[in-house]
């Protein structure tokens, strides 16, 4: 059927459903949504559950927005003369993808009025619709731009979407059925995720990452099961993790044109991190494999969702994001293929116990014939101590280190452990437990936690409400002090005992080695490993016991200083919680493929699994490709 | 490094060590070969070992070629002129892709000479090589058309020799190594064999068959692993059943442009049959996917190798041909790839007992890591009877229908059982176990037979030996009579006694549905099962108990007759003949993966051959990706 005759037949459906007096002058797909163009958008939304019954019905995610949106600056100005000045309005986002108006407020209440007036009023004014945050008690640079370039290429953004909405909906053409997944990184290794998952119709690409501490560092994409790229339907992400995330600019360059779904969270933390990425690659003296235009690229092409949405991101498949529990957005990414044909899902890294930042990841399905797991922590002696006993180790580490007069270097992913570890150490001060001394954050760590505090909703709810909570957001702790210059930096190492969280976390570029650089050669001062240090990175080097780190030119320095690995503040489950994550699967999968791990991590989580839970497993290897049906 | 200066390296090393007095005018990649030009092809001849020593050392297939060939039809004119009269030439075939000339004659010891001078004084004159056969005791049509067609495209094919050799010898150029097979049909089923083999570099399309019975008979040739097709750098055929080439025409169609390789009677033969299969095809009304044009631009871009030559087929990858004992030409495809890094075999069918045709297949190999075996006959109960007691149960229906009065129809492929079966007639007949009745032959087999003493390098000695003792050739004996016409058929229903060989084998059309027709309805007579009838096959269905076949628009056929099915004649390897072909192979393979067999046949031989010699194997499923390295 023409894409034409379909929007007709929509059209004729929805016409059928609505209450005489509601006009629906024109349907569109643009993106994964279908959009409703009405004279009447007040009307829709009194119809309480209309929009429901309509998704419902035609299986689509349903947007109503009205045929003219007022120009974003009169709105804004309208808005503020309809809300109470005591509201305290900090910021209003204009998403014409969606024609939401993101109105941030110090007092949403006041925003919202009594039983809702006050935004009902709003609506009736300006047509967007309104929704209603709390002002982020830590202003986020990288949100700002993001948005505010969204906002720039607006016009552009919407003719793509309606391109790739026309595009997830074409027919489906193949009497063939079948469903395939070809592994293009992140087999029996740590780094470079790329997974394709393919039908006769459509080819998702899953993840997209870089290999930390090698110089193969790029997955398979000139195979010819993906290349040329510009048949890929879409970019899936689970994560904003680089080796996850990096290389998505790069796909670009190399002729890809579609969207790149992820939640909110992780595209403004990939955005952030793939422009740090660049800027530790130049100065490395590497060459950059993009340049931040092609984050631009991917920024105007990227979609988001939210956990639990169920969408249309190809013609016979559908998406839906699931909490992983492993960092801010992170998702598990459940395909569902065809009409009930096929079910899978990629766990992306995950969480299985609960953290000081987030729940742990769902187990829970409503079909699920096969999973894709992470197995960092795989191998059958990969058991962690608790997060508690970790948590006394590391406070015990910088009694030790400060009393001796000493400073703490703990390197960490901007993103994820630094949080973690940020949350214990503040709490450590608070309850007298470590003495009350500076902590540093260089590199991205301190516009990461603000991303934290933007998407609360990712939050674990504990931790939600203690951010709001006035005087009691732990992030806001006057412990904490950027480092935003080398001269800072200078100061830092040259001054008293404190702690110093920086990136990157294993070692491989990164305002870490400037730290090592002045404070390894001083054996009162201690390295603590928080995080997974894969193979061939400084990180894995030095825990290994390597006594100096060539630098290139500048020579190479000298570690003197004391190591120590602290477990158990992963982001990743370990084995026993791997175990337990597949045994609490429902329903249960009928395979587990084991990646993201080493070999031996990977084959013997795979083969724990088949012996105590007899499901058929596979540790694949990079290259490969198997038949789900 | 460029091509040219590659070739004149090349030509730097040759001139090296050819001694002084002989000329290299040139060099040339033509095809797999390198082609040296000279003026001095008789000196060239006189250096014993001169050329192997070339090969050896550059690690090339050499040719050496005058620089001149003198006109086919002067150059016949002088061989008549140089020869003996009584050595009763009966035809000469000048091969320009190799420069050489076979004659054919009925006394060759006459062409030679005494300690081969005739054969000197042939080059001296001509230039050609001259290459002597004894004249095939039986003329085929086939064989002579195919060397008429190729005299008449030789300047196109000399130019698409060229290009093929400048491809094969193209710079490697990429760092990564990987070998992965991606198997695009014959994957728990029997029929539409495709395999493709890939490295960084190179793409190699191992057959292209369809699937007898079944409407999806198509391998999948769509994906994007294989498609475009002019990505492939070859298509390697194993044999010449349609199983396993009815398609390679149709790939020319798609787009392909390369060549397609295979020993000389797989081709002569692959091009009968799929004649044969495009008059089959549309005498059912059913679209052909090709036309006879697509099947001479197959054999235009065809290059033959014989069983044992070693020849580079593209930059990174060998290919060397090994008796395979499954039917005329039939081989095992051994690829040896990079440097060193990897060798695979691809059984294709194959049978490690002896026939009355053939030798057993080859167990022994230079170096091999994996090999795809067939499983046809994989199953722990395919145990087929010995060959004897195969024939003696042959004997003893034929002795019993033409008793009472029936005829026997045995339904066959035209290469392979056929003349299998022919020679257990014959000797029947001769040895007085069977009455001499009337043997017709209908459908392509006599053209088949013929082909076979066209070929007889590829039969075991002792029937070679047979068929040129004079009188005593079995597939000569008076009993064997051509069905070539419609009223031939008619003649053959309504009159004596008497057996009928007839295709198709599976009953998939063809001939055999005629005779069907006409004798199926009296209990007289007999059906004789004496191959493997596929799943979805009339064939299999008849031997399941159907007691009549639907004949569209001829109404239907009701099976009175009886119905037998004799094992043992099979072309297959049986499940114990294939467990000691894995036990035999030399060296022992790391992986095995079992193929060409229904889904319980094949995972039932790979679940023994790991349990017997702890050898990993997989019985993969179609449009899957395997690493091997
Ligand atoms: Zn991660
Ligand atoms: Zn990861
Ligand atoms: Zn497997
Ligand atoms: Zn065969
Ligand atoms: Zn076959």
Avoid at 113 to 126: A, Q, S, V
Avoid at 233 to 245: E, F, M
Avoid at 273 to 300: G, H, I, R
Wanted: hydrophobic fraction near 35%; aromatic fraction near 8%.
């Amino acid at each position: 059927m023409l894409i034409e005759e379909r929007l007709k037949e929509l059209k004729d459906k929805i016409n059928d459903k609505v209450p005489a007096g509601i006009n629906v002058s024109n349907v569109e797909f643009e993106g994964p949504e279908l959009v409703i163009y009405t004279d009447d958008p007040k009307k829709f939304a009194d119809e309480a559950d209309l929009i429901k019954v309509l998704a419902r019905d035609l299986r689509k995610r349903i947007v109503v927005r009205p045929n003219v949106l007022e120009d974003p600056e009169l709105a804004a100005k309208e808005i503020k003369s309809v809300v109470p000045d005591g509201a305290g309005i900090t910021d209003m986002f204009f998403d014409p993808d969606t024609g939401e108006v993101l109105i941030e407020a110090e007092k949403p209440g006041v925003v919202i009025g009594k039983n809702g007036t006050t935004l009902r009023d709003i609506t009736k004014e300006i047509g967007w619709t309104p929704k209603v945050v709390r002002t982020p008690p830590i202003e986020s640079t990288t949100v700002k731009q993001i948005r505010q370039y969204l906002r720039s290429v607006k016009d552009e953004r919407k003719e793509f979407l309606r391109t790739i909405g026309r595009r997830i909906h074409r027919d489906v053409t193949s009497k063939d059925k079948w469903v395939r997944v070809t592994t293009l990184g992140c087999c029996r290794e740590v780094g470079r995720a790329a997974f394709l998952l393919s039908t006769p119709e459509s080819k998702i690409l899953i993840d997209c990452g870089e290999k930390p501490g090698s110089t193969e560092g790029v997955p398979y994409l000139y195979v010819p099961e993906i290349y040329p790229l510009n048949t890929l339907d879409a970019v899936v992400l689970t994560h904003a993790h680089l080796d996850h995330c990096a290389l998505v600019p790069l796909l670009y360059r190399y002729g890809f044109e579609g969207p790149v779904y992820s939640t909110p969270a992780t595209r403004d933390l990939a955005v952030m991190l793939q422009l740090d990425y660049l800027e530790v690659v130049s100065n490395e003296a590497n060459q950059a494999p993009y340049t931040s235009k092609e984050v631009q690229e991917y920024l105007k092409k990227s979609i988001v969702l939210n956990y639990g949405s169920v969408t249309d991101i190809a013609p016979d498949i559908k998406l839906t994001y699931h909490n992983a529990g492993h960092i801010l957005g992170s998702a598990i990414a459940h395909f569902h293929v065809g009409d009930g044909l096929y079910n899978i899902a990629f766990s992306g890294d995950f969480n299985y116990g609960k953290t000081r930042l987030f729940g742990p990841a769902t187990s829970q399905f409503p079909r699920l014939e096969t999973i894709f797991v992470e197995s960092t922590y795989g191998g059958a002696n990969d058991i962690q101590p608790s997060k508690k006993d970790a948590e006394e180790k590391l406070y015990e580490a910088v009694n030790t280190t400060i009393k001796r007069g000493g400073k703490v270097i703990i390197p960490a992913f901007a993103v994820g452990r630094s949080q973690e570890v940020m949350l214990t150490l503040e709490e450590g001060m608070r309850l007298d437990k470590i003495p009350k001394v500076k902590v540093y954050l260089d590199g991205m760590i301190k516009e990461a936690t603000a991303i934290h505090t933007t998407y609360p909703e990712y939050l674990n709810p504990e931790l939600r409400k203690q951010i709001f909570q006035d005087g009691m957001n732990p992030f806001l702790s006057d412990c904490f002090v950027q480092v935003d210059s080398p001269a800072i930096r200078e100061n830092v190492i040259g001054g008293e005992p404190s702690i110093i969280i920086t990136t990157s976390g294993m070692l491989s570029g990164g305002p870490v080695m400037e730290y090592l650089n002045g404070l390894a050669a001083d054996e009162k001062n201690m390295l603590i490993f928080v995080g997974y240090q894969a193979d061939g990175t400084m990180g894995r080097r030095i825990q290994k016991g390597w006594k100096e780190i060539p630098m290139g030119r500048r020579g190479s320095i000298v570690i003197n200083l004391e190591i120590q690995t602290i477990d158990g503040f992963s982001g990743h489950s370990d084995r026993n919680q791997l175990m337990r994550y597949i045994n609490h699967l429902n329903p249960r999968p009928e395979k587990v493929f084991t990646i993201h791990g080493d070999e031996k991590s990977a084959i013997d989580l795979a083969s724990s699994i088949y012996k105590r839970f007899r499901i058929e497993t596979h540790a694949p290897r990079n290259l490969e490709t198997y038949r789900m049906i």
